[in-house]
């Protein structure tokens, strides 16, 4: 007849294997579903969707770093475009403040200061002229194996005065460096310096 130190032993041990038992099966788990989970998430980074501040998608799938690269990089020089081109009696402030979340002060405060001599900034605010800008996203070229990037791009500036519009043809060069991402004012990650325009009447109406 057992001892009832020894029964005691033998029911400790008895409880020590069994929960040696529950311990690899509950690692085994953990393994599993973090494997499981690198799977998953390896899958999904080969489809990333980037999308644009009002809803659009920039590329339907991106299926690589080169990929993914040039759709935020698009995305941030279609929103430096419009910032700097797109404005009216009410929003022009606002608009050159986030141009400066796109691009430095010294390239943004050269292309406000054109508008100002030109005039256009006079008429915004005392006729209500507006200026609407896009970019044309198939003439984007951005060249170079590091930082800083070189670009190339054209888009449309409309200035509608008083229901007379103006379609007028811009090109914009300059430099692209990465940046940190500031949500939601710069989430691409890109950051622009150099940056020259030009300017051509395209079309009236």
Do not use: C
């Not at 899958?43 to 590329?59: A, C, M």
């Not at 200026?131 to 888009?155: C, K, M, N, W």
């Amino acid at each position: 007849m057992k001892s009832e130190s020894e029964t005691v032993y033998n029911q400790f041990s008895k409880a020590k294997q069994q929960q040696k038992y529950i311990w690899i099966s509950s690692m085994l788990f953990v393994t599993v579903a973090f494997i499981g989970t690198l799977v998953f998430l390896y899958y999904q980074s080969k489809n990333v969707v980037v999308i644009k501040e009002n809803g659009q998608k920039v590329s339907a799938v991106v299926g690589n770093e080169k990929e993914t690269f040039k759709a935020l990089a698009s995305e941030h020089l279609d929103r430096a475009f419009k910032y700097a081109n797109s404005f009216d009696r009410f929003t022009y402030k606002d608009n050159m403040a986030k141009t400066l979340f796109h691009m430095d002060s010294r390239s943004a405060n050269r292309l406000f200061s054109e508008y100002e001599n030109s005039g256009a900034l006079a008429d915004v605010l005392s006729k209500g002229t507006i200026y609407d800008a896009e970019i044309l996203s198939e003439s984007i070229r951005i060249t170079g194996d590091r930082e800083p990037f070189e670009f190339v791009f054209q888009g449309t500036i409309d200035v509608n005065d008083g229901g007379h519009v103006t379609k007028y043809l811009a090109q914009g060069t300059g430099e692209l460096i990465y940046y940190t991402p500031h949500y939601p004012e710069n989430p691409t990650g890109f950051f622009i310096t150099n940056y020259t325009q030009k300017t051509k009447i395209y079309e009236q109406k």
